[in-house]
């Protein structure tokens, strides 16, 4: 009998290790900034601590939620700051109104989770990619309701979220918090708790076990909008204001904070209490540069790592973990050395691109091949061409200009758009993009300075660059065993930090003359880049179509597993791709340079939407495998000539991230009914 408590002691530290670990750095952490304070300890200390990690903390919760049932939510983060807007909007001295703007704020989190719950468990929609566009949408509406930071907050309400409980005794952060872990202990003890873990650990066997898996989803999404609700009203009070954008930057800290609290991305394992303590000690490893007044750069590097390395640590002991494939990797590599497989396997490589894929379907048609590619790009051609009219009808005659204007804003999104068709083809996602395109153009910029001599030596340094960034991306991803949304996630904060440090957080540098007379020109009346494009589609054409590295990243996005064991190198096939998009990624960064006349820090937050949009729009499935260039150019000058038509409306710029991000989900709904046809 003496036996059993060492048992059940085993069994909970077995149980709970991930958020024992992660309370124990929080110590660790905590008594290191703090060791020599002597206020550590102090009521104020302790409320500044609480609150100021209160909002990433109820944040984290919700996302747990929903990466413990199998999702994800890339819309957390403006869900935030639309609530913020709305409290800061709407609100008065009124006890009344404070009490109802409160309720509608929470509410408007659940509102936005139930649309998301609704199309990823009713719909089957890539979670990843409706929340993106969610994302986009409720950014949007957030710059609507208040394009410019301000608000007001009534103090009565600040008190009640940030103020103190008992004074000097217990702060009001304190108690939220303990308020919101006590309704998921009461959720994980229930029924429905256990119905989350059975989804998002198995969901198949979920159904088999008479588990309303499509309910459980859509419950686990609409408590985390809740969840995301509470921590903007959190925010509200903390912060006294509102600001449209404030929850921009979280994202990447809720991700860093679920994995540093234990939470498996892969679902079904972790909890919503590790994920707070994880909050809190990302918090702690951000007030170290803050007590040693190190770079503010450093916190979205330090941010990028932690959720790089937390995911990494989780991954230690399961089957496919980073050192199994490191392993994996260097047997291979050994072996294919020692029996000069390299050279034969290159000569192969060879041989198999330059057999004519024609010669191998003699019989068969041309329209019979690539019925299935034109079914799924011609709607964008219809839509592109019904925008057109549109256009047409409410701005008048279109006339050279339009059409200059159209092609060369298609050029952009066009070249971005093949790296991301490339990745998404091969089964994954690039969301580095919106800071990989500043930090090439700032160091085009800078290492040109605006001399046209420079251009044939600084344009391949940064396209190098570019493709080094990307072939990083592909090896957390092929090598590590990193999801693609965490690999490229982190990298994005990364490189926020590397454009803040290389640029000085201004814009950088000059165009040379001769990259403004490539936008600029004329050459039989369209600019010199807009021939250069066409020159660019055909190669990406070919390429993707009729060449050995083409076929393999379809393969690949057909089935990993089916192309390894058909002797294709899979893992060099995801490092290729991911490389093609940081090189495309550094083409437009250069391009933009010449275009705005020099380096903006914020000339890729515009892009990252539209370059998932066209390759959705243009027929390319979001799970990789199959879709083309031709339709995602396509998608590319539907988007185009969107924007042009938006403009021209003087709507509100924020109309244009809430119509991209419809086109978006409207892509996906028409993609989704064609694959159930």
């Given at each position: 009998?003496?036996?059993?408590?060492?048992?059940?002691?085993?069994?909970?530290?077995?149980?709970?290790?991930?958020?024992?670990?992660?309370?124990?750095?929080?110590?660790?952490?905590?008594?290191?900034?703090?060791?020599?304070?002597?206020?550590?300890?102090?009521?104020?200390?302790?409320?500044?601590?609480?609150?100021?990690?209160?909002?990433?903390?109820?944040?984290?919760?919700?996302?747990?939620?929903v990466i413990l049932a199998g999702g994800f939510d890339l819309s957390a983060g403006a869900v935030i700051s639309l609530v913020n807007v709305t409290v800061g909007t709407l609100m008065t001295d009124a006890i009344g109104n404070q009490i109802l703007v409160g309720l509608l704020a929470i509410g408007i989190g659940g509102a936005v989770g139930m649309v998301n719950g609704l199309l990823v468990a009713y719909l089957r929609m890539q979670p990843i990619v409706v929340t993106l566009a969610t994302l986009f949408i409720v950014q949007g509406l957030a710059l609507l309701v208040s394009p410019t930071p301000g608000g007001y907050v009534a103090e009565p309400f600040i008190n009640f979220f940030g103020g103190n409980a008992i004074e000097n005794v217990l702060p009001s952060a304190l108690i939220v918090i303990v308020l919101a872990i006590l309704a998921w202990l009461f959720i994980k003890n229930s029924r429905f708790g256990t119905a989350i873990y059975a989804v998002g650990s198995d969901e198949a066997a979920a159904l088999a076990a008479g588990i309303a898996a499509r309910r459980v989803k859509l419950t686990t999404y609409v408590i985390a909008g809740l969840f995301y609700g509470l921590a903007g009203v959190f925010l509200s009070a903390q912060s006294g204001g509102?600001?449209?954008?404030?929850?921009?930057?979280?994202?990447?800290?809720?991700?860093?904070?679920?994995?540093?609290?234990?939470?498996?991305?892969?679902?079904?394992?972790?909890?919503?209490?590790?994920?707070?303590?994880?909050?809190?000690?990302?918090?702690?490893?951000?007030?170290?540069?803050?007590?040693?007044?190190?770079?503010?750069?450093?916190?979205?590097?330090?941010?990028?790592?932690?959720?790089?390395?937390?995911?990494?640590?989780?991954?230690?002991?399961?089957?496919?973990?980073?050192?199994?494939?490191?392993?994996?990797?260097?047997?291979?590599?050994?072996?294919?050395l020692s029996n000069g497989r390299i050279a034969r396997n290159w000569d192969l490589a060879i041989a198999a691109s330059s057999r004519s894929p024609v010669a191998a379907i003699p019989n068969i048609r041309w329209l019979d091949r690539n019925r299935d590619n034109l079914r799924l790009a011609l709607p964008a051609y219809i839509t592109f061409a019904i925008v057109v009219v549109v256009t047409w009808f409410y701005i008048g005659d279109l006339g050279n200009s339009y059409i200059r204007s159209l092609l060369l804003l298609s050029t952009f999104l066009g070249i971005l758009a093949l790296g991301q068709t490339a990745v998404v083809l091969s089964g994954g996602l690039d969301l580095s993009i919106p800071w990989m395109i500043p930090l090439a153009g700032a160091l085009f910029a800078g290492l040109a300075g605006g001399d046209n001599g420079a251009l044939a030596w600084a344009i391949p340094v940064v396209l190098i660059c570019g493709m080094a960034i990307g072939a990083i991306n592909g090896l957390g991803?092929?090598?590590?065993?990193?999801?693609?949304?965490?690999?490229?996630?982190?990298?994005?904060?990364?490189?926020?930090?590397?454009?803040?440090?290389?640029?000085?957080?201004?814009?950088?540098?000059?165009?040379?003359?001769?990259?403004?007379?490539?936008?600029?020109?004329?050459?039989?009346?369209?600019?010199?880049?807009?021939w250069l494009m066409f020159a660019f589609v055909a190669v990406a054409v070919a390429v993707l179509k009729w060449t050995y590295l083409g076929r393999r990243i379809y393969a690949v996005g057909n089935s990993a597993s089916v192309a390894n064991l058909s002797g294709i190198d899979v893992r060099g096939t995801l490092i290729t791709v991911y490389a093609i998009s940081g090189v495309c990624a550094?083409?437009?960064?250069?391009?933009?340079?010449?275009?705005?006349?020099?380096?903006?820090?914020?000339?890729?937050?515009?892009?990252?939407?539209?370059?998932?949009?066209?390759?959705?729009?243009?027929?390319?499935?979001?799970?990789?495998?199959?879709?083309?260039?031709?339709?995602?150019?396509?998608?590319?000058?539907?988007?185009?000539?969107l924007q042009i038509l938006i403009t021209g409306t003087m709507l509100p710029d924020a109309m244009r991230s809430i119509i991209f991000g419809f086109v978006l989900l409207g892509a996906l709904m028409a993609l989704q009914q064609r694959r159930t046809a």
């Open positions: 009998m003496v036996p059993a408590p060492a048992s059940n002691a085993s069994y909970f530290v077995r149980k709970n290790r991930n958020v024992l670990l992660a309370s124990f750095l929080y110590v660790v952490v905590f008594i290191l900034v703090n060791g020599a304070n002597s206020d550590a300890f102090s009521y104020f200390n302790l409320k500044t601590t609480i609150g100021g990690g209160g909002t990433l903390a109820l944040a984290a919760m919700g996302q747990t939620l509102s600001d449209p954008l404030v929850g921009d930057p979280m994202l990447l800290q809720i991700f860093a904070a679920v994995v540093l609290g234990g939470t498996s991305l892969g679902g079904g394992r972790g909890g919503l209490i590790g994920s707070v303590v994880g909050a809190y000690l990302l918090m702690m490893f951000i007030n170290i540069l803050l007590v040693f007044n190190l770079p503010a750069f450093l916190s979205p590097i330090a941010d990028g790592l932690v959720l790089i390395l937390a995911v990494l640590i989780g991954m230690i002991g399961a089957r496919g973990s980073f050192i199994q494939n490191i392993a994996d990797v260097a047997r291979r590599i050994r072996g294919a991803v092929a090598v590590l065993g990193l999801p693609p949304i965490v690999m490229t996630l982190a990298a994005n904060g990364i490189l926020q930090g590397l454009t803040l440090y290389y640029t000085g957080g201004t814009s950088a540098g000059m165009a040379p003359s001769g990259m403004l007379w490539l936008m600029n020109g004329s050459i039989l009346g369209l600019a010199p880049l807009i550094a083409v437009v960064g250069v391009l933009l340079v010449g275009f705005n006349g020099a380096a903006n820090l914020d000339m890729g937050s515009n892009y990252l939407l539209p370059s998932i949009a066209v390759v959705v729009a243009g027929g390319v499935l979001i799970t990789g495998g199959r879709g083309s260039y031709v339709g995602v150019m396509g998608g590319v000058l539907l988007l185009i000539a």
